[in-house]
Structure formats: structure tokens, C-alpha cells
């Protein structure tokens, strides 16, 4: 009754805001312009979405993607009404590959004779700020705010080490992982760096450390040097930035957007134009001609259906990827497919699902280019394995090729707690999956068969489909942790680039001209409106999942999520380990 009820209200309210929002549309609706002197105005002072994110056509908001960004810097280097942009920073919201890909598109976009302003209160004020000035950078002119700070301070991660608290509570972790770099359950299990856990993340940092000064000093013209001696100095004050040469002017946001329309000699009634106003009027860059299906696995892989909850975190579901795989495969118009991966990956069985689909595609016929975004390992980097070609950034956080599985047991503090389970069990191993008691010595011996059989596979999957030998994949492996940068030179992955790149290598195994213009069309497709409304009203929508949600929030441990809804299914997880970089 009280689900009905939820339903009911939810659908009530929604269509009643949904008319009255509709009606002044329809008032006041006319058809969109640009003026004759176009200057861009972009928020980059948090993440972009990798794929669509829109609510009910819209009309519960707006959130820019990265797809977005890039086809309006793609398309306005072309369209002479564009005389330059200016783009706002803040802290490190953004993620490396995110950084990298605008950059290469900030670089082409200034290469077609228009300027690029950044500007920022402060590049990281009281956190980091190496990514976003690593953005920045690429800018001909890059302000901050007077009395701001250059927090370009380098690189710090933090692991979480959980078994001092664990063991106050008398929970004990049972956990096996693959091998000694995979090291997901040291967070549970350790109080500190194993040694081959420090070896990994002092290794990662000074990679992703060197393309940050590599970058900058290419940017600003400066020598490596003088870009570490200013990391080394960091947080810089205003004029100590100003000296250093890596910020060029000192002012506000009303000076530097009138100093952006000033140098484009837009008239003084005008303004700038934001991307989602540009693209209506002139279209995407890539907007007619042969198709090219966009697929993203976003989030942390499942079964079922990929999710974003207004309460909990996004999920890739394999249910949702495979329809929209068989939908691209089997749509005679669609000439490759560019599967999108930005996940740390998730179930081993569920990520499986989702390579066997690709595969299939492929056998189909349609080529497939895989394009890392932020973070693709363990399950992430799993499921690339089915790509004709992989394509990652430098800065892109893959590998972890191991596995982890096991379970807490909570019997100690249930004890503590006054609280004894009598238990009957049919076979000898029917609680293997129970946190209520410890594995048994045959549980264990179950556990361990079925996580070396998984590793093994995986190891099995990544030597054949990167050509190596069983001896090359398991160097490569170990659960270790790699940049873009350092996977290409292992062979894990084919190229270093962005998405764009991706796309030019999915119309060259489509047999097109790099030139021609493709649809680049996402699946699964984009719910109408009214079917919005008629998923809410029968209990589908995205506000009645957000209201169950409330009653149902997640420990405060949000790593060990995965691993309890592993332990309950039996199942093994391919998942990268926690690592906080400038948090």
C-alpha cells in the first residue's frame, strides 16, 4: 500500500509540474538564433558526465558531458560566427583522461586562429588543483582571481585502512585476492602499505606527476624545472603565480568575460553563448552521414540494469549494455560501434556478459574501438578485452587485471552483541556466503578454486586478446594498477588519445574516410518524454526509485558495498582498489 501510494503521489505531482512547465513553454516558445559574433562560455569547475544524464526531457535539469564540450569545440573551430571561448575552473572535480581529451581539443581549437581564456577564483583554493591548471594550461590566457591560490602541489592518495576498526567491532574479514597488487582488500585487511601496495602507488603518482609538469611546461613554455620548482613551492600565492609565468593576468569574473568579448569585438549588448545554446542552433560537429553507435559503461558493472539513483552510486548494468550492444549489432545504418568505458569494474560474471555481447558484435561484423575515459580496470579493462582497438589517455587509471572475493563475518560482533543464530544447514557448504560465520575449511577450499579459476580466465582473456604470452599477461597483471601511459608500453592497450581519437579509428575499421562526417548515435537511445512519464507512473521512474532508495542507505563504508552483494550472490569481483587522489 505504501509503494502504491508513493507511485501515486510521485505521478501526481510530476504531471501537474510537467503541464504547468509545458504551457509556458509552449508560450513562449520561438525558434533559437546565435547572434553574428559568438564567444563560448564553459563550466569546467566539476566533472562531466560521460553520458546522457537528462531527467524527463530535461525539465529536471541539465548536465553538461563531456560529448557535449567536445563536439562544441569541434564545431565551433569551423563555424566563423566562434571567435573564441572562455572556460571557469575551480578545483580538481575533473579527472586526468577528462583533462588530457579537452586539452588536445583546447589545442585544436586554438589552432584554427581563436583564443581560449581560462579563469579561475583560485585553481584548487583549499584542495588540489593539478588537474584543473593541467586544463588550464592549454589556454593562450589563463586569470585567476586576485588573493587566489595555484594549489599545482603535486599528487597525494589516500588509502583508507580499515582493520583496526574492523577488529574493535570483532568483524573479520575473509578475503582473497589475485595477486600480490591487487590489493582492494588490504583496505580491509591491513592497517598499512604492503610493499608491493606502495611500489604500485608511488609508481602511478610519479607517472601521472610527470605528464603534469610534461604538460604544463609544454603549455607555458616553460622548462620541467621551473614547473617543479613551482609544485615544489605550492600553493602559490597570487603575484608568486604571476611570477612563476603560469598565470598571466590577475582580475575577477566580470573583467575576464568582458575582456573575452572584447577581443572577439562582440557589441556590448552581447553576451557569451553556453554549449547546450550553441549546439541547438548549429549542431554537433559529427552530425550527418554513416552511423556510428556510442555505447557507455559508466559506473560500477552489475547485472541487471545501469542505474543512476538520485541516492547511491551509478551502475554499468550488463542488462542494459548487452540490449543496447544487440540493438547497435543487429541495426543495418550502424557501421562501427565506440564503446565508452569509465568504471573500476565490478562483478567478474557480470563483466563477462558484457565481453561475450561485444564479441558477438564483432563477429557480426561491426568493428569495435574502446575508449578509456577516467578510470577502466579490473572489470573495466575486462570488458575491453572484445575491442578490435583499445584506446586510453595518458593519464587514464586501467589495469588491476586480478581478482578479490570473500565476505565479512559478523559473527564476533553479533555475539557482542547478545545476538546468537542457531543454524541448520542441508549440505556441507550451504553458508558458505553467510557474514554470520567464518568459512569453514571446505568453504575456503571452495573460495580458493573459484578465484583462481577467475583469475585465470582473466589471464587466459587478456593474452589472447593482446597476443601475449600466458608469461607476458601475468607480468602485466599481478592486479597491478597502470597509467594509459604505461599500459601502452606493456601492450595492454593500442593508442593514446580521447574519445575523438577513438572515433577516428572506429571510421578508419569502418572502412571510412577519416574526414566524413558520421551520426555519432548513443544507445540505448534516450527515453521520449511521455515514456518518462508512463515509466514513472508505473513505478519505473527515476523519483520512485529515489524515494525506495531513502529507506534503503548504504553503510558508511562505501567500498564495501560491492563485496557484501558479492558475498550474497557467491559471486567474485574484478574490482580496482581505493585509491584517493588529492582528497
Known amino acids: 500500500m505504501l509503494r502504491f501510494i508513493v507511485r501515486l503521489f510521485a505521478a501526481i505531482g510530476f504531471l501537474v509540474v510537467a503541464a504547468i512547465v509545458a504551457a509556458v513553454v509552449l508560450a513562449t516558445r520561438h525558434e533559437p538564433t546565435l547572434p553574428d559574433t559568438v564567444v563560448l562560455e564553459l563550466d569546467l569547475k566539476g566533472p562531466l558526465a560521460e553520458g546522457g544524464t537528462e531527467r524527463f526531457g530535461g525539465f529536471l535539469g541539465h548536465e553538461t558531458t563531456l560529448r557535449e564540450v567536445l563536439d562544441t569545440l569541434e564545431r565551433g573551430r569551423t563555424d566563423p560566427r566562434v571567435k573564441g571561448l572562455i572556460a571557469h575552473f575551480a578545483g580538481d572535480g575533473i579527472g586526468f583522461a577528462q583533462a588530457q581529451e579537452l586539452r588536445g581539443a583546447i589545442e585544436r581549437f586554438r589552432a584554427s586562429g581563436r583564443f581560449a581564456m581560462a579563469f579561475a577564483e583560485a585553481y584548487g583554493d583549499n584542495g588540489s588543483g593539478n588537474r584543473s591548471y593541467l586544463l588550464a594550461s592549454a589556454f593562450d590566457e589563463v586569470w585567476m582571481q586576485p588573493l587566489g591560490l595555484l594549489s599545482l602541489t603535486g599528487l597525494s592518495a589516500q588509502v583508507p585502512f580499515a582493520r583496526g576498526a574492523l577488529d574493535k567491532l570483532d568483524v573479520q574479514p575473509q578475503l582473497m585476492q589475485r595477486e600480490e597488487f591487487k590489493s582492494f582488500a588490504d583496505t580491509f585487511t591491513k592497517t598499512d602499505f604492503t610493499p608491493a601496495h606502495r611500489e604500485m602507488v608511488e609508481a602511478l603518482l610519479g607517472d601521472l606527476t610527470n605528464q603534469i609538469v610534461d604538460g604544463v611546461a609544454k603549455s607555458r613554455r616553460l622548462a620541467p624545472a621551473a614547473v617543479r620548482a ?7 600565492l597570487d603575484k608568486e603565480a604571476l611570477d612563476a609565468k603560469l598565470i598571466d593576468r590577475l582580475g575577477y569574473a566580470d573583467e575576464a568575460k568582458e575582456a573575452a568579448l572584447r577581443r572577439a569585438n562582440a557589441p556590448a549588448d552581447a553576451d557569451t553563448v553556453e554549449p547546450k545554446e550553441y549546439l541547438a542552433v548549429a549542431g554537433p560537429a559529427n552530425g550527418s ?16 540494469k545501469s542505474d543512476k539513483p538520485g541516492v547511491g552510486e551509478v551502475t554499468a548494468g550488463a542488462e542494459t549494455i548487452v540490449q543496447a550492444i544487440e540493438d547497435a549489432a543487429e541495426d543495418p545504418a550502424v557501421k562501427a560501434i565506440l564503446f565508452r568505458i569509465d568504471s573500476g569494474g565490478g562483478g567478474v560474471t557480470a563483466s563477462e556478459t558484457i565481453r561475450r555481447a561485444l564479441t558477438k558484435a564483432r563477429e557480426s561484423g561491426k568493428p569495435v574501438i574502446a575508449s578509456m575515459g577516467d578510470t577502466a580496470a579490473s572489470g573495466g579493462y575486462w570488458i ?26 559478523l559473527n564476533g560482533l553479533s555475539e557482542r552483541l547478545g545476538v546468537h543464530w542457531g543454524v541448520v544447514d542441508t549440505g556441507r557448504n550451504a553458508g558458505m556466503w553467510s557474514p554470520l560465520r567464518p568459512f569453514s575449511p571446505s568453504e575456503e577450499e571452495r573460495l580458493t578454486a573459484i578465484i583462481d579459476a577467475s583469475y585465470a580466465t582473466f589471464l587466459g582473456r587478456v593474452a589472447e586478446a593482446r597476443h601475449m604470452t600466458p608469461d607476458q599477461a601475468r607480468a602485466a597483471a599481478k592486479g597491478r594498477v597502470w597509467s594509459g601511459a604505461q599500459a601502452r608500453e606493456l601492450g595492454l592497450v593500442d593508442d593514446l588519445g580521447g574519445v575523438d581519437g577513438a572515433l577516428r579509428l572506429a571510421k578508419q575499421a569502418a572502412k571510412l574516410d577519416p574526414d566524413t562526417a558520421v551520426t555519432l548515435t548513443a544507445y540505448p537511445k534516450p527515453k521520449s518524454l511521455l515514456r518518462e512519464i508512463r515509466d514513472l507512473a508505473s513505478g519505473k521512474g527515476d523519483l520512485v526509485e529515489a524515494a525506495a532508495l531513502l529507506a534503503e542507505l548504504r553503510p558508511a563504508l562505501a567500498q564495501l558495498s560491492p563485496l557484501v552483494q558479492a558475498a550474497r550472490s557467491g ?12 582528497r
Open 289 to 304: 552521414g554513416p552511423t556510428i553507435a556510442l555505447i557507455h559503461a559508466a559506473g560500477t558493472i552489475t547485472s541487471g
Open 571 to 582: 559471486g567474485v569481483e574484478a574490482r580496482m582498489p581505493p585509491l584517493m587522489l588529492d
Open 384 to 409: 575491453a578485452l572484445a575491442a578490435d582497438r583499445i584506446v586510453a589517455s595518458p593519464g587514464t587509471i586501467t589495469g588491476s587485471i586480478g581478482v578479490v572475493a570473500g565476505k565479512m563475518s
Open 230 to 236: 613551482a609544485m615544489d613551492k605550492a600553493p602559490l
